[in-house]
């Protein structure tokens, strides 16, 4: 029997549709409040990646990371409701993604009809094709980890008893059981995919491959030694360049006479003039010390006479007074400025900041423009900016107490201005020290995950191995596959004649290289 539900009156309709109404309007309302959040943490990490000054600073990139990390949780809350709210049998629409690369190689999966490409399911006929509708996916494949098995069969001559037999193939360690393209693996896992060893040995256990850290830690000290003769190389190209951007950051080192960590330095030496339109190779060579002393820069760019930029050490100083010339960091300046107004923003703060972004808004305009445009834009353009603003200092100065934290910001400007204003009159340099500080952000980030070099041999190991890294990133090059080739060859004898087709500029991969090449 069924049961008849009692009318509902004109009043309770009109009060359920006003509910509804209003549930569906809080809904959109927080969805709209959600989208437009999303759309400001875009703004605000394209904002601070724009920043051209204080970009490499640790405290700006963990502000772009968090902020990072908010957007991706916010955009995932948003996909899971558009998948949970899609109709059944309806694919959501998700972020669209842009065409996928050509490189990538393509497996074609043809779907037939079910009734067979012959007949038709409904009157018997013959089928002809019209065409194909055809879509791509992205899709992986989980890294798979396999055996090579390296056999080499003998032959005896019938008449002469002559044995023969395939040479045995290169090998980096004796007995050794990774590829050349493992250790490869191992190498950059860690020092540019920030994984340190232990947990590469976790990952590969969860797959039943159990291979003890240690021995991943000597199938990366073979790497790195193999690399020795390519690292000396482009420190050679990085010292015989008229202009080296120079920077450096701590790293933690096991002591364990002391039952601690020390603090050594990871020193970086950047030759790059892109931005000068040169199509010079970029270079960037890195040394490790086990402390700050100013005989690490002196004794590594002894010889060196061109320009120096590099931040206000006083380790410096022995250089500058040697030949070297200073050229001082806009960032820096800039920085210690910011740190003041990020504080308490003032007048003076506020007009500091908005001059000096002016310079960079000129830089922006003639980068990678030819020395002479950059020149004559800095000439006709920042030069009278500089000038007035140096006005502004010097008025300010006269004003503030000597002791107050504005005043001494000021003067770490005002102290380093002939280094400051050097760009000015040469296109070939910076306006700041950005290149180096970049090239120590991928430090910054590994150091968080592999917290400390096992001790000083470590350290100028991971040296060695950032050195290749950077260089092959810098240049376009993809560092493992890189690494793999150019340890192999090395371990075949590579003639020292021809060491400068191994460097990532020149680099070439083979492509009759043997797959069984095995460390």
Not at 441 to 470: D, K, P
Request: glycine fraction near 6%.
């Amino acid at each position: 029997m069924r049961v008849l539900e009692a009318p509902v009156s004109p009043a309770d309709a009109t009060a359920r549709i006003a509910a509804l109404e209003a549930s569906l309007a809080r809904a959109n309302a927080a969805l709209a409040a959600r989208d437009l959040l999303i759309d400001t943490l875009r703004g605000q990490i394209a904002r601070l990646r724009r920043m051209q000054f204080g970009a490499s600073s640790e405290k700006l990139g963990r502000e772009i990371e968090q902020l990072e990390l908010a957007l991706e949780e916010l955009e995932t809350e948003r996909d899971v409701s558009e998948v949970e709210t899609a109709a059944p049998g309806v694919a959501p629409r998700l972020a669209p993604v842009r065409s996928l690369p050509e490189h990538l190689p393509r497996e074609e999966v043809v779907h037939e009809p079910a009734s067979g490409i012959c007949t038709c399911p409904d009157c018997g006929g013959a089928l002809r094709r019209l065409g194909v509708d055809a879509h791509e996916m992205l899709d992986i494949v989980p890294v798979r980890w396999r055996v090579v098995r390296d056999v080499r069969p003998k032959y005896s001559c019938r008449s002469c008893e002559k044995i023969v037999q395939a040479p045995a193939p290169v090998s980096a360690v004796a007995r050794g059981k990774a590829t050349f393209a493992t250790l490869a693996h191992v190498v950059v896992s860690k020092f540019d995919h920030h994984l340190p060893l232990y947990r590469q040995a976790e990952m590969m256990a969860a797959q039943g491959l159990e291979i003890d850290r240690s021995t991943l830690a000597g199938w990366a000290g073979q790497a790195a030694a193999l690399l020795d003769p390519v690292v000396s190389r482009i420190r050679d190209e990085v010292l015989k360049t008229d202009k080296i951007h120079a920077d450096d950051t701590p790293v933690s080192v096991l002591d364990p006479g002391r039952g601690k960590t020390a603090t050594g330095r990871l020193w970086v030496y950047a030759a790059d003039d892109q931005a000068s339109g040169s199509t010079t190779p970029p270079a960037t060579w890195y040394r490790f010390t086990p402390d700050r002393t100013a005989a690490h820069p002196q004794a590594h760019l002894a010889g060196f006479r061109g320009f120096l930029q590099a931040d206000a050490y006083a380790g410096y100083d022995a250089l500058y007074r040697g030949g070297v010339t200073e050229v001082a960091c806009w960032a820096h300046f800039r920085r210690k400025v910011f740190d003041l107004h990020e504080r308490l923003s003032t007048p003076l703060t506020t007009d500091i900041l908005e001059r000096i972004g002016a310079l960079y808004a000129v830089e922006a305009e003639v980068r990678g423009q030819p020395p002479d445009v950059r020149r004559r834009a800095r000439q006709e353009r920042s030069q009278s900016l500089v000038d007035a603003l140096r006005e502004v200092l010097d008025a300010a100065l006269r004003r503030l107490s000597p002791k107050s934290d504005m005043a001494k910001a000021i003067a770490y400007g005002t102290k380093r201005w002939p280094a400051l204003c050097r760009f000015l009159g040469d296109g070939r340099l910076e306006i700041d020290n950005n290149i180096a500080e970049r090239a120590l952000r991928g430090v910054a980030v590994g150091r968080r995950n592999w917290l400390f070099a096992g001790s000083r041999a470590g350290g100028e190991r991971a040296a060695a191995i950032y050195t290749v890294i950077q260089t092959c990133k810098a240049n376009g090059v993809d560092p493992q596959a890189y690494i793999a080739d150019v340890i192999a060859r090395v371990a075949g004898d590579w003639p020292a004649t021809r060491w400068d087709e191994l460097m990532p500029w020149n680099w070439v991969p083979q492509t009759d290289q043997p797959t069984a090449q095995a460390a």
